[in-house]
């Protein structure tokens, strides 16, 4: 069974905990991964490589630039893991 | 160097940090040191029973003790080593209005990210190209950990990492030098690291012989000068050292550990991995070294030598010393890879902060498992129990030879204060 959003958003928080030491708590829906999370590029990808793994999708690099949010994220591997 | 240096130029150590085999900083290690105490164990991993060799000098606190877990997913080991000691040495050095501008790093090391290298090698093949981490290259290239060292503490007068093999971590002081005697730098954070304890490196030093191979005997296995000697053992850590112009020392009022005197740089172009039979190219560094501080070789109280416990390189530095400070030399020798195994690219800086340890505290470390001295070492090996040097103004020499036929002798004075 696929996860559900907020499923997915508590496996994302965790992933961006690990791989940049921001806060599980600080990662919600609405904030941005540049602008708000402060998160570059490369700390994106692994960010993306870890949450491929960890449910399963796969998230092209061309996608990935449309994630602006968390929110974005969160949509887009529900959508991909249905 | 004709005339005597000026302030601005003569370049001082106030700041020391190492993570070694026997201490996870500075104090811990000089202690063991000073004890005579060995890092070197049995390795547990599932491979080790595939290699000869099942022994190495592991570092005693895991840089994952010592860091954020992001550090340590950011850098290769080599890389958290480094951190780890140079955060040390800056908070030694107490240095608190620095323009970065006006601050370099130079840390060397001998084979960079390798483990970094190899474990994604492995997820290539067993996971696919895309689990190959998007931060893979940033943390295998060899100028990684300086350049996180830079990033840590906003260096901006450059950032070097010199790569000779064994001899990475002294030709990292000696590059520091000459940045802050040629103005590029007021102060340079030099050092060495290294992090290369794994199957392969394992397996390639034992197919050259390298590596000793007394299993049963982990603490017993590196014996410098010994005739029982069978090779090196593979240790992992780094040093790193703060170096300031006597200047910039003085005007903060620094505590000021020891003077980096002059560096003496030479290459054999004999064999890519053996050194010259006779360590001509040691002892030509070795005068140059002494020739550029100023001193005779009688002025040399203490050495801290490279003496890995392979039969050939001891004996061809044994011979070079010999010849460099003359029969008459009262200097004391010691071999402190005896203890922390042999770091590669941090053990020319680990040893550089034992000799100014050595200066500044007066005393020189034992060199364990000297038992039966080898017939051609006329050499005086301090043995069992540390030696106290003299008083006064006194100096030391601390060699560092490499692979590629790499050879660096480094001249540190004591500073009165």
């Known amino acids: 069974m696929a996860a559900s959003e907020q499923e997915i958003l508590e496996g994302l928080a965790e992933i961006v905990n690990e791989e940049t030491g921001i806060a599980a708590e600080d990662v919600q829906p609405d904030k941005s991964f540049t602008d708000d999370l402060d998160i570059d590029s490369l700390s994106m990808m692994t960010i993306v490589v870890n949450a491929e793994e960890k449910f399963g999708v796969r998230i092209p690099d061309d996608d990935v630039k449309g994630l602006s949010t968390v929110g974005d994220a969160v949509s887009y591997i529900a959508k991909a893991s249905a | 160097m004709s005339g005597p240096l000026t302030d601005a130029q003569r370049v001082v150590v106030t700041g020391l940090g190492a993570t070694t085999p026997v201490g996870g900083d500075v104090p811990s290690t000089w202690a063991a040191l000073l004890a005579g105490q060995s890092g070197v164990k049995l390795l547990t991993e599932d491979w080790v029973e595939t290699l000869p060799v099942h022994i190495a000098a592991p570092a005693a606190v895991d840089p994952s003790e010592q860091l954020a877990r992001v550090e340590v997913k950011r850098n290769d080991r080599s890389g958290q080593f480094a951190l780890v ?140 000068y010994d005739k029982g000697r069978d090779g090196f053992v593979l240790g992992e850590g780094a040093g790193v050292v703060v170096l ?157 030879f490499g692979f590629g036929g790499h050879n660096v002798a480094l001249v540190v004075k004591s500073v009165e204060q």
């Open chain 2, 85 to 224: 000691a140079a955060r040390e040495a800056w908070a030694d050095a107490a240095i608190t209005d620095m323009d970065g501008d006006r601050l370099g790093v130079v840390i060397g090391t001998g084979i960079g990210g390798v483990l970094t290298l190899l474990a994604n090698y492995d997820s290539l093949l067993e996971k696919g190209p895309r689990r190959v981490h998007p931060l893979a290259i940033p943390m295998l290239m060899p100028n990684s950990a300086a350049a996180h060292v830079a990033l840590d503490l906003g260096a901006r007068a450059g950032v070097h990492t010199p790569v000779s093999a064994c001899a990475s971590g002294a030709e990292a002081m000696s590059f520091a030098v000459d940045m802050i005697r040629s103005g590029r730098a007021d102060v340079v954070v030099a050092g060495g690291t290294e992090a290369a304890i794994h199957q392969l490196n394992m397996a390639a030093f034992a197919n050259m012989q390298a590596l000793s191979t007394r299993n049963d005997e982990p603490e017993r296995a590196s014996r410098p």
């Open chain 2, 244 to 400: 300031e112009s006597a200047a910039h020392a003085k005007a903060r009022g620094a505590k000021v550990y020891a003077e980096i005197a002059s560096s003496g740089i030479t290459s054999d172009a004999h064999h890519i991995a053996a050194p010259d039979p006779v360590g001509r190219g040691a002892a030509r560094a070795m005068q140059m070294a002494l020739d550029g501080a100023g001193i005779d070789a009688s002025d040399i109280v203490h050495v801290n030598a490279h003496a890995t416990s392979t039969p050939a390189g001891d004996v061809a530095e044994a011979q070079a010393m010999a010849t460099v400070l003359g029969a008459g030399s009262t200097a004391c020798v010691s071999a402190t890879k005896s203890m922390t195994g042999h770091l590669l690219g941090a053990a020319g800086a680990i040893e550089t902060i034992a000799t100014v340890l050595a200066l500044h505290e007066r005393t020189a470390p034992p060199t364990v498992n000297l038992e039966d001295p080898d017939d051609d070492v006329h050499i005086d090996v301090v043995r069992g129990e540390p030696r106290k040097l003299p008083d006064g103004p006194i100096a030391a020499l601390n060699n560092s």
